[in-house]
Each structure stands twice: as structure tokens, then as C-alpha cells.
């Protein structure tokens, strides 16, 4: 009785991947979130085990931002940030600190890496700028008497008018909805004399009187 065995033996086959990735990553159609090590066996094309090894390292980034509205500071430290404007997505020049300070109110979210990942905050809403915060009497010109210039400036400036008139009550200059801490007005091309400048706002009215010399 003759047998004849033609025998081919396959061997099983191994192999380890480091990998990093940002947030998570499909491993053999599983989403891993966490780091750590992960082994799968599969079939190789010769129909034996081929174990996979996989060493993976998930990096995260804080995406939390502490609003101080109008002041926003993202709490994660030593990255890489770029201030956006969530109406538009668009990118906000020279906003590249970890704190932002908005000049309008709005929506505005900041955009974070750490040289691997890249990702985006949610937007924050900024609501205060310009909002009411002091009275009028709180409210200063100067200089006074003076030869060109005036300026008025306080917290208090914002949203109110402004009115420049002649000791007959006579307008010369009004400045409507005032968005700013500080207004200035060069008066040197008015006559030398006395001058009333009415601020108005929130119900409440405020005049000086200024001496150009």
C-alpha cells in the first residue's frame, strides 16, 4: 500500500502597530476612545492565525473655556489657539492667545493643537460688551480749559449721544450711539470761548462746560 503525503506547513503570523490618534481610532471595525494595548486574531491569506498587536495612544484636547464674558480663556495650557467668530466661522486676525477679549458682542468659540490634533471648541456667547455699567456723573472731560482737544471717558460712555453746542444752546457736533470708553473732539477750529457738552443716556443727562482758549 503506497501513500503518498504532499504536505506544505503554514506558519501563523504576527505583527504590532504603535499608532496615535486624536480623540479615537477603528481598530478591525472597533472605535477605541482609550489608550492602551489591543490584540485581535485574524486568518492570514495562507488560512492561519495572524495576530495583530496594536499599542495605541489616544490624544485628547480640552476643549472647556472659562467665560469671563466679554473676557474668554480656553483652560488648556502650552497649545497652539486661534480665536473664531461663529456667525461666519471665520478666523479672527491676531486672536492667537489662550485669552480672548471681544470687542462686539457674539458668538465666538476657539480653535486648538497640539501639534497632532487640531480641534475646535464650542462657541460661547458674549453678550456684555457696551452693556450699561456706571453712570453719567461717573463720567470726565478734560482737559479743561483747553486749546484743541477734549476727551470725555468712562464706563459709562457706552450707547449714549453726545451734543456740542454754543453758550446759546446752538448744535455744533453730535456723536450718536458712542461705542467706546473714551470720545475725543478737536475743538480748535471753533472760536475761542465756552462751550456745553451734553452727554445723554439710560434716562440720564450730564452737561460740562468747556473753555477753549
Known sequence: SIISLNLNIELASSSTQN????????????????????????????????????????????????????????????????????????????ETNQTFTAVRNGQYAVILSDGICTDTSDCFNVNTVGVWTGHLNSLQLYPNPTAGSITISGDALFGVSIRLMDMQGRQIFTALEVDNREWVYDLSHLAAGTYMVEVRGRGERKVFMVVLL
Not at 499608532?19 to 486568518?43: K, P
Not at 473676557?71 to 479672527?92: E, F, G, P, R
Open 19 to 94: 499608532v496615535t490618534a486624536c480623540e479615537a481610532f477603528v481598530f478591525n471595525g472597533q472605535t477605541i476612545t482609550q489608550s492602551g494595548t489591543y490584540i485581535d486574531t485574524l486568518l492570514n491569506t495562507n488560512g492561519c492565525d495572524s495576530v495583530i498587536t496594536l499599542n495605541l495612544t489616544i490624544n485628547t484636547i480640552d476643549l472647556s473655556v472659562t467665560n469671563n464674558d466679554p473676557v474668554l480663556t480656553a483652560n488648556a495650557t502650552a497649545l497652539s489657539y486661534q480665536w473664531i467668530d461663529c456667525s461666519n466661522d471665520s478666523i479672527l486676525p491676531g
